[in-house]
Nanobody
Framework: QVQLVESGGGLVQAGGSLRLFCAASGRTFNMGALAWFRQAPGKEREFLAA????????DYADSVKGRATISRDNAPNTVYLQIDTLEPEDTAVYYC????????????????WGQGTQVTVSS
């Protein structure tokens, strides 16, 4: 099993930036790609970004492309998501996820999930 714990969420004004953290523990040698999703009230969980185990390949959703950066350290096992130029529409619970394979955009492609961290963007 892999345990994921997110942090770094909070309240930020529109136009600001935020850096989210996700610490992985447990059987991390099984981990492949790491990803960030978010879920706003009343909406489906949405893919944002993913990064491969080696960190040399990334994928971004159109909704954050150009203003988000995903990165990871494998020692310790941490994945980061920097989002700039935040908008009220970015308000959501942000989740970290891990799988045992390659980059993917669907929820079903990820085996492990954190509990989420709330991000609220005020206008």
């Amino acid at each position: 099993q892999v345990q994921l714990v997110e942090s770094g969420g909070g309240l930020v004004q529109a136009g600001g930036s935020l850096r989210l953290f996700c610490a992985a523990s447990g059987r991390t040698f099984n981990m492949g790609a790491l990803a960030w999703f978010r879920q706003a009230p009343g909406k489906e969980r949405e893919f944002l970004a993913a990064i491969t185990r080696g960190g040399d390949n990334t994928d971004y959703a159109d909704s954050v492309k150009g203003r988000a950066t995903i990165s990871r350290d494998n020692a310790p096992n941490t994945v980061y998501l920097q989002i700039d130029t935040l908008e009220p529409e970015d308000t959501a619970v942000y989740y970290c996820a891990a799988n045992r394979g390659w980059l993917a955009r669907t929820r079903d492609s990820y085996d492990y999930w954190g509990q989420g961290t709330q991000v609220t963007v005020s206008s």
